[in-house]
């Protein structure tokens, strides 16, 4: 008797335990906070469930840790065995000052985060971004505050030799000087072959963000809501850019059309001054031209970095037409400054931007020299053979690794086809690759549907025929290069361009012919695999920092942590 209520009493604990798990996993997986326990909607739901079910935060913050210490070692693993190069990305989400305060719920105990990210490409070519700190409160001697996180996440999950970038913020004081003694011990303690020295890059996200703000940084907030109650928007507080743009847009419309003379609803209102529609137009012209770029690279599915040297090329030019066509001293004068900030961006990224163009088939070489050759934008001299000697050196290192001169193998991996669909609703680079196969196959049994989307896509306007450069690049024939020695490279390089195609993917061809360049293709993962921007999609509209998710505001800074990070790893 006592052996059977003893059996019974440990199966008890035994479920219990499983319960308090699953309840920790599904509050990872969601983005709950663990004292949503205490709420009276979620205590009485449990209690209808299983009235004898003991509801703990403490026990389920427990669960979490530990399934994060589970997950993390299984992450180490993954990322000792991988064979590629990876990013670190660096950013400092906190907390704003304004409206969005209002709609938390509980005490706020942390406001600032910093979040470091690996960024790579699996064997499966897909898009990985793993959450490998996120962290707050923490006490960092002041001689490490610059390299703290960078050291922390590189030692705990052993990447000394397989970081080979590192993308951060723009004006926090990240610089070669700063980073110096960091880069300076990955390298001596990784001895990376392939890339012996960290390259530093920086979020194209804060260039399109900086930019706009030096030309909003004038229009006063009684000038905006003068304008906002001529043309009936909401409130003043939204943090996007791109809503700006768009109110003001429509003002400047108006104003073409005469709306606020013609009409005598108008006449109670204060109108803008000569001057401040100066203002007003300059940054709807301006910021217009940086939003014409930025729908290509933000908007829909993720972009590698092959697409972005092309783009900001263009964006160059259009602000160089502006700048030309300027007609007065406050227009000319806010051109200048964001040129001036784009140009020093263009002269830090190109080496990488123009590396990734080139292992792009539809440009390989030819739009590199065909940008070079344009002396109008290329004022900064920049020559082709650099980048394609740096290319060439890059490959050397690779071909004479082992592990290089094997093509990459798919393998069965953490993320399954069914997985993926159970995490459609996740912010997750994986399942935007996906999106397009799904549709693929929905297509057979919608035809009618399918053929509406069509005709739909087919009037959906290509900002590419606006493009200047583009379209004379289309038009640009180049000679052939003459390969010295047949290496994958030149082999790849003396091939025809692809014909143009807006929505290609790179991946997806590298993946193809990875059998055909066994080399260059490892090469080419690397490469694409630098994110260019931390925020993706309508994030990159933001004209402050980005907040953190509201649930990690109230949580210890151990739980936070374990919970950002392990959301990723769960499918391990």
């Known amino acids: 008797m006592d052996n059977g209520a003893s ?43 299983n009235p004898d079910f003991p509801l703990s935060v403490p026990k389920v913050e427990k669960q979490i840790l530990k399934i994060h210490e589970d997950c993390k070692e299984k992450a180490k693993k993954f990322l000792k065995g991988f064979q590629g190069q990876i990013t670190l990305s660096y950013e ?35 898009i990985k971004q793993w959450i490998l700190g996120y962290n707050t409160d923490q006490n960092i001697p002041l001689e490490d505050l610059d390299v703290y996180h960078f050291k922390d996440a590189v030692q705990n999950f052993e990447l000394e030799n397989k970081v080979s970038t590192l993308l951060l913020p723009i004006e926090q004081g990240f610089d070669e000087e700063t980073l110096a003694p960091f880069k300076k011990w990955i390298e001596e303690k990784g001895n990376n072959q392939i890339n012996p020295h960290v390259l530093l890059i920086y979020c194209c996200a804060d260039l399109f963000r900086l930019m706009v703000d030096d030309l909003f940084s004038e229009i006063s907030s009684s000038l905006l809501e003068n304008v906002r109650m001529l043309v009936c928007w909401g409130r003043c507080s939204s943090t996007n850019w791109n809503l ?15 709306a606020f003379s013609k009409d005598e609803i108008y006449d109670d209102y204060d109108k803008p001054s000569d001057e401040e529609w100066i203002k007003i137009e300059t940054f709807s012209k301006l910021t217009g031209c940086i939003y014409k770029v930025t729908t290509l690279v933000f908007e ?51 080496l990488v931007l123009a590396t990734a163009s080139v292992l792009d088939p539809r440009f390989k070489m030819k739009y590199l020299e065909f940008y070079c050759s344009k002396k109008e934008v290329n004022v900064e001299g920049s020559k082709a053979e650099t980048v ?7 490959y050397a290192r690779c071909a004479a690794s082992d ?13 399954s086809e069914e ?13 935007e690759q996906e999106e397009g196969d799904e549709k693929k196959e929905d297509k057979e049994g919608q035809k009618e549907e399918g053929g509406a ?39 790849y390089l003396k091939e025809p361009v692809m014909e143009w195609n807006k929505d290609f993917k790179a991946l997806e061809w590298w993946k193809e012919e990875s059998q055909k360049y066994p080399i260059l293709s490892r090469v080419a993962r690397d490469i694409l695999a630098i994110p260019i921007s931390r925020a993706t999609s309508y994030d990159a509209y933001v004209l402050d920092k980005r907040e953190p998710p509201e649930f990690v505001l109230s949580m210890e800074p151990k739980v936070s942590n374990a919970m950002m990070c392990s959301k990723k790893w769960l499918r391990l």
């Open 453 to 491: 989307q069509k005709e739909k896509e087919e009037k959906k306007p290509d900002a590419y025929k606006d493009f200047v450069l583009f379209q004379e690049f289309l038009k640009f024939e180049g000679s052939p290069r003459e390969a010295l020695n047949e290496s994958e490279l030149d082999s």
């Open 403 to 415: 592990i290089y001169q094997k093509p990459i193998c798919p393998v069965a991996t953490i993320d």
């Open 300 to 350: 829909g599915e993720y972009q590698t970095s092959n697409v972005y040297f092309h783009l900001l090329a263009e964006l160059k030019v259009m602000l160089n037409q502006e700048l030309a066509s300027a007609d007065n001293d406050y227009f000319r004068g806010k051109t200048k400054q964001i040129l001036k900030r784009f140009d020093k961006y263009w002269n830090n990224m190109f």
């Open 244 to 258: 700006m743009l768009s109110n003001l847009q429509r003002a400047v419309d108006m104003k073409v059309e005469d």
């Open 419 to 431: 997985e993926d669909e159970e995490d459609e609703e996740e912010d997750d680079y994986d399942e």
């Open 7 to 49: 059996s019974s009493s440990s199966d008890a604990r035994k479920k219990e335990k499983e319960a308090q798990r699953a309840l920790a996993e599904s509050f990872i997986h969601s983005g709950i906070n663990p004292n949503t326990i205490k709420t009276p909607s979620f205590a009485r739901l449990m209690s209808l469930l």
């Open 388 to 394: 394609l000697d740096y290319l060439r050196n890059l």
């Open 92 to 126: 400092w989400f906190l907390l704003g000052w304004e409206w969005t305060r209002d709609y938390i719920k509980g005490p706020i105990l942390h406001e600032d985060f910093v979040c470091l990210t690996a960024h790579f490409v699996d064997d499966n070519w897909k």
